[in-house]
């Protein structure tokens, strides 16, 4: 259990952190923030202030894929009413279900995966075909020969 002493000090460090970072965007130096705000020095404010941001980025990760979780959720369920009608031929349906693929593919990133038009699309060919393309644009032909010798024999290349 949490003492009410430690709250009350989470408070009092949330609440000049929240100040540090609104007078920093207000373009005040940290060494002036630190004589404001009662701190050690510039160092301990640019500290602080980076905590800061970065509680505030992972926050904002954590909401987003909270968000994208409740979203295929929601395809979920118009997937699970639409999917029997559309597996007996249901033109109606048929077009619905595609248009659910078609969000959950975007969602989720499916969409751009083997753009670059691979065989295959797992990322070690995507890889490859990339550094092969890149080679053939701007190395000479001796290099790409023992670069891709290398790679299909699993050797290092020393």
């Known amino acids: ?6 709250r009350a000090s989470a408070t009092v460090v949330a609440e000049r952190r929240a100040k540090a970072v609104q007078m920093r965007i207000a373009g005040i130096s940290p060494t002036i ?18 905590r800061s941001m970065q509680k505030a980025a992972k926050a904002e990760h954590l909401a987003s894929e909270h968000l994208l979780q409740i979203e295929i959720d929601r395809l979920d369920r118009l997937m699970a009413s639409v999917w029997a009608k559309a597996l007996s031929g249901d033109v109606k349906a048929v077009d619905q279900a595609e248009k659910l693929i078609a969000r959950r593919c975007s969602l989720l990133g499916l969409d751009l995966i083997n753009r670059n038009g691979s065989e295959n699309s797992d990322v070690v ?29 699993g050797e290092d290349s020393q």
């Open 1 to 6: 259990m949490v003492s009410s002493k430690k």
């Open 33 to 50: 923030i630190a004589e404001n705000l009662g701190y050690s020095g510039s160092a301990a404010v640019i500290k602080d202030i980076t």
């Open 125 to 153: 060919s995507l890889l490859g075909n990339l550094f092969a393309s890149l080679q053939a644009r701007n190395a000479p032909d001796d290099v790409a020969v023992e670069v891709v010798d290398a790679i299909e024999t």
